[in-house]
């Protein structure tokens, strides 16, 4: 009676290897863009919930997220200051920042990523 064997093959484990190896890569190359915006998050989360806020100049503001975003490791050159926006409308306030990030991939190719966040100013802090 003879056995049927079952597994992989070596090539089959190469090419797997390499699929895993290319997506571990694009992750290595994304996660710290990822963290970082999770940093501008936390700033302008921070931001909102300051006193009077809503109530202060655009340059107050941009004042207070980049002390913030300092202390979240997002580094300044990151976001020039004309992507933070302050709209205010009527009896509210909001905070918008938006930018892209290009990351080097493989030789002439690049990734790029784009971030946009409002955040109310006047609302009540979730």
């Known amino acids: ?3 049927k064997q079952r597994g992989i093959t070596l090539i089959g484990f190469a090419i797997i290897l390499a699929i895993v190896g290319f997506f571990a890569f694009i992750a290595m ?3 710290p ?3 970082e915006y999770m940093g501008v998050v936390k700033s302008m989360n921070l931001v909102r919930n ?3 806020i809503g109530q202060k100049s655009i340059e107050e503001i941009r004042q207070s997220l980049s002390i913030k975003m300092d202390s979240q490791y997002v580094d300044s050159k990151t976001i020039p200051p004309q992507q933070i926006q302050l709209k205010k409308q009527g009896g509210s306030a909001s905070l918008r920042i938006y930018y892209d990030r290009r990351v080097d991939f493989i ?3 690049d990734l790029l990523v784009s971030f946009d966040k409002t955040v109310d100013l006047t609302g009540p802090s979730l």
Do not use: G, Q
């Open 50 to 52: 300051e006193a009077n």
């Open 1 to 3: 009676m003879t056995r």
């Open 29 to 31: 190359k994304l996660v």
């Open 33 to 35: 863009v990822y963290s």
């Open 107 to 109: 030789y002439n190719v």
